[in-house]
């Protein structure tokens, strides 16, 4: 479904955020995507749903080339992905009801089916009584319950979640993840990108680990270093004394993913 | 074609763009000017030209009253007979009053003023007639008659008026290339302060033409509503100044009416700055978003 072949980026002539990136997701599959601050997560994740190009490399998503692909091909393919951005991203001038709907009207759904489609849905999130506020007039946590509901309502063949769970309280984040599951097991190849352990080890799927840029996949049940996190940081803000031993997760090896 | 969705700000909220009707307003309200302006000159003058070009003027000036009524008739006679006249008509004592009333003032033309009798010539305007020759032989008559084809003054007067008018369609040309430029400018700035809307209705799958023709539709009304306006002024304008014209021409010169059909067309200039508008609007929006992922 997703394919990664040797994937490196840039934003402009800096130095590259990913590097050397191969792995392939099957259909239906779900992944947890993992790493420190500034490990490359959300630039993946925006290779993923097509909003940047790689510097080199080959994605290949739908069977198709996506690298390759023309720019009137992209919103096609777009319209088959369901994103949940970090930042919610919704648009402050439309209700809750009408950002959710905006998938469907862009792929022509007709107004009647819509808005009962997305009512219902919101009701499911736990925002009945919020469905004409608009995005400043809600708390965190609602805003992260329409971006969610906005990127599953057409029930896209990938999902792709920029910690998702970040600002809603437990038991909404246990529902959300319960949706993500569901979802997945009707076929969608899930994509998490989080923090949050405890809810990687609760689900227990496989991890996609960035760090420094590159990637390291970390197979549901194998161990982790438990102070990973915290050496990463010391290195981050040491004074360059690394030392490279310190934590090398195994890197994938690509005839290992693909 | 798929339906429109509204996800722009509403146009109170627009900040960069909320005030182009007006400016709009303003370009339609010019440009109906400089169109009205053009076409009235062509028509009225055009008509006005049109009706003197087959018109001869002939003058007999001799101060001798019989002697000039005979060379009245002597003229008349000549020009009778002359292939390609189809008419000869001697104006009556009220027609001449009429004529010199503009510089003489009404009442002031006297019946002891020496006034001169005028004979109005219709030329053929299948047969070409060789004034030369005509104006040989009414020579031989008398020294005190005067042909007048008035080609020398109205020559000069049409170049003038041709000047004009491409003076009004240049303003117009203007106009219109400054309203392309307002709408390229209110765009652009559109886009930049809904960059992040753009961005989001493209990662939900949204193609380039559905962002554009929200963008088309909103430039759209801005030029109606700023040609209706715009419009209006110019029409309030226009028949302001052709009532002041009444007064001041006093026959002097041709005053020219407002015609039905140029009104017609004027009533065409706010579609037209709405097509500019909205072409202009959509061609900038589809070149700007080419240049993004």
């Given at each position: 479904m997703?394919?990664?072949?040797?994937?490196?980026?840039?934003?402009?002539?800096?130095?590259?955020?990913?590097?050397?990136?191969?792995?392939?997701?099957?259909?239906?599959?779900?992944?947890?995507?993992?790493?420190?601050?500034g490990a490359g997560?959300?630039?993946?994740?925006?290779?993923?749903y097509?909003a940047?190009?790689?510097?080199?490399?080959?994605?290949?998503?739908?069977?198709?080339?996506?690298?390759a692909?023309?720019r009137?091909?992209?919103p096609?393919?777009r319209?088959r992905?369901g994103?949940?951005?970090?930042?919610?991203?919704?648009?402050?001038?439309?209700?809750?009801?009408?950002?959710?709907?905006?998938p469907?009207?862009i792929?022509?759904?007709?107004?009647?089916?819509?808005e009962?489609?997305?009512?219902?849905?919101?009701t499911?999130?736990?925002?009945?009584?919020?469905?004409?506020?608009?995005?400043p007039?809600l708390s965190?946590?609602?805003?992260?319950?329409?971006?969610i509901?906005?990127?599953v309502i057409?029930?896209?063949d990938?999902?792709?979640?920029?910690?998702?769970?970040?600002?809603?309280?437990?038991?909404?984040?246990?529902?959300?993840?319960h949706?993500f599951v569901?979802l997945?097991?009707?076929?969608?190849?899930?994509?998490?990108?989080t923090?949050?352990?405890?809810l990687?080890e609760?689900?227990g799927?496989?991890?996609?680990?960035?760090q420094?840029?590159?990637?390291?996949?970390i197979?549901?049940?194998?161990?982790?270093?438990?102070?990973?996190?915290?050496?990463f940081?010391s290195?981050?803000?040491s004074?360059?004394?690394?030392?490279?031993n310190?934590?090398?997760?195994k890197?994938?090896?690509r005839?290992?993913?693909l | 074609?798929t339906?429109?969705i509204?996800?722009?700000?509403?146009?109170?909220n627009?900040?960069a763009?909320r005030?182009l009707?007006y400016?709009?307003?303003?370009?339609?309200?010019?440009?109906?000017?400089?169109?009205?302006g053009?076409m009235?000159l062509?028509?009225?003058?055009?008509?006005?030209?049109?009706s003197l070009?087959?018109?001869?003027?002939?003058?007999?000036?001799?101060a001798?009253?019989?002697?000039?009524?005979?060379?009245v008739?002597?003229?008349?006679?000549?020009?009778?007979?002359?292939?390609?006249?189809?008419?000869?008509?001697?104006?009556?004592?009220?027609?001449?009053?009429?004529?010199?009333?503009?510089?003489?003032g009404?009442g002031?033309?006297?019946?002891d003023?020496?006034?001169?009798?005028?004979?109005?010539?219709?030329?053929?305007?299948a047969?070409?007639?060789?004034?030369?020759?005509?104006?040989?032989?009414?020579?031989?008559?008398?020294d005190?008659?005067?042909?007048d084809?008035?080609?020398q003054?109205?020559?000069?007067?049409?170049?003038?008026m041709?000047?004009?008018e491409?003076?009004a369609l240049?303003?117009?040309?203007?106009?219109v290339?400054?309203?392309?430029?307002?709408v390229?400018?209110?765009?652009?700035?559109?886009?930049?302060e809904?960059?992040?809307t753009?961005a989001i209705m493209?990662?939900?799958?949204?193609?380039?033409?559905?962002?554009?023709?929200?963008?088309?539709?909103?430039?759209?009304?801005?030029?109606?509503k700023?040609g209706?306006i715009?419009?209006v002024?110019?029409?309030?304008?226009?028949i302001?100044?052709?009532?002041?014209?009444?007064?001041l021409a006093?026959?002097l010169?041709?005053?020219?009416?407002?015609?039905m059909?140029e009104?017609g067309?004027?009533?065409?200039?706010?579609?037209?700055?709405?097509?500019i508008?909205m072409?202009?609007?959509?061609?900038?929006?589809?070149?700007?978003?080419?240049?993004?992922?």
């Open positions: 997703i394919h990664f072949d040797n994937i490196g980026m840039r934003y402009g002539m800096g130095s590259e955020v990913l590097k050397d990136i191969s792995f392939n997701l099957k259909p239906g599959s779900l992944h947890f995507l993992t790493g420190p601050s997560k959300t630039s993946l994740l925006k290779l993923m097509l940047q190009r790689p510097s080199r490399g080959k994605i290949t998503m739908f069977n198709e080339d996506v690298t692909a023309k009137e091909d992209l096609k393919l319209r992905i994103v949940v951005f970090q930042d919610f991203r919704l648009l402050d001038h439309l209700t809750a009801v009408e950002n959710v709907a905006l469907l009207r792929s022509g759904g007709k107004g009647t089916e819509i009962e489609h997305v009512k219902e849905l919101l499911w999130v736990g925002l009945k009584g919020r469905m004409k506020s608009r995005p007039t965190g946590g609602e805003k992260q319950r329409v971006a509901a906005r990127a057409k029930r896209p990938i999902l792709l979640a920029d910690e998702p769970t970040g600002n809603v309280d437990p038991a909404i984040a246990k529902r959300i993840m949706l569901e997945n097991k009707l076929g969608t190849t899930t994509v998490i990108a923090h949050d352990m405890s990687v609760e689900v799927a496989d991890r996609l680990h960035l420094n840029g590159r990637l390291h996949m197979r549901t049940g194998e161990t982790v270093p438990n102070l990973e996190e915290e050496k940081d290195r981050e803000f004074s360059g004394t690394l030392d490279q310190e934590f090398d997760p890197p994938i090896a005839d290992e993913v | 074609m339906k429109a509204h996800f722009l700000p509403d146009e109170k627009h900040e763009t005030l009707p400016v709009m307003a303003v370009m339609v309200y010019l440009s109906a000017l400089a169109l009205m053009s009235m062509h028509k009225g003058f055009g008509d006005w030209t049109e070009s087959n018109r001869l003027t002939v003058q007999v000036t001799t001798d009253r019989e002697a000039r009524e005979t060379q008739r002597q003229v008349i006679q000549l020009l009778r007979n002359t292939p390609g006249i189809e008419h000869v008509r001697k104006l009556n004592e009220v027609e001449i009053e009429q004529l010199l009333e503009p510089w003489l009404v002031n033309v006297t019946s003023l020496p006034v001169p009798d005028i004979l109005d010539v219709t030329v053929s305007r047969l070409k007639i060789n004034l030369d020759a005509l104006n040989a032989q009414i020579s031989k008559i008398s005190n008659i005067h042909l084809d008035h080609q003054w109205l020559g000069r007067f049409l170049r003038l041709d000047m004009v491409y003076t240049g303003i117009l040309l203007l106009v290339m400054a309203t392309i430029c307002m390229i400018f209110g765009t652009k700035a559109g886009m930049a809904n960059r992040e753009i493209h990662h939900l799958g949204a193609r380039d033409s559905m962002v554009a023709r929200a963008y088309q539709n909103r430039f759209m009304i801005y030029g109606l700023g209706i715009g419009l002024l110019a029409f309030v304008t226009l302001s100044l052709i009532y002041l014209s009444r007064d006093s026959g010169a041709p005053v020219p009416d407002l015609p059909v009104v067309i004027l009533l065409v200039v706010p579609i037209i700055a709405a097509a508008s072409l202009t609007a959509r061609i900038t929006v589809m070149r700007d978003l080419r240049r993004m992922v």
